[in-house]
């Protein structure tokens, strides 16, 4: 069964960082590449950061570039996203995937909420 378990969120002041996780199990997590998503209230699920499966390509929403950095941990199963330079607008549950639009879409955790505010 695929799962995902996002953690690490939290309240964050304007200006401060978060590094979240997501554990991945039931695939063969180092075969494919990573997505973070969020959602902020009242809006759809975007795409933030993306990661190929070895890790070496990676891209980014313009919301996130020089603020984000997506990683992951092929031995741990486990991918990671660092937030720096936080303002409010990133206010969201963020969730990691494979892929939204492929077989792994219909399996998501339960996100975990960050919320920027002083």
């Known amino acids: 069964q695929v799962q995902f378990v996002e953690s690490g969120g939290g309240l964050v002041q304007p200006g401060g960082s978060l590094r979240l996780s997501c554990a991945a199990s039931g695939f063969t997590f180092s075969s494919y590449p990573m997505k973070w998503y969020r959602q902020a209230p009242g809006k759809g699920r975007e795409l933030v950061a993306s990661?190929?499966?070895?890790?070496?390509?990676?891209n980014y929403a313009d919301s996130a570039k020089g603020r984000f950095t997506i990683s992951r941990d092929n031995a741990k199963n486990t991918v990671y996203l660092q937030m720096n330079s936080l303002n409010s607008e990133d206010t969201a549950v963020y969730y990691c995937?494979?892929?939204?639009?492929?077989?792994?879409?219909?399996?998501w955790g339960q996100g975990t909420q960050v919320t920027v505010s002083s």
């Open positions: 995937n494979v892929d939204r639009d492929t077989y792994f879409g219909r399996y």
């Open positions: 990661i190929s499966n070895s890790g070496a390509s990676t």
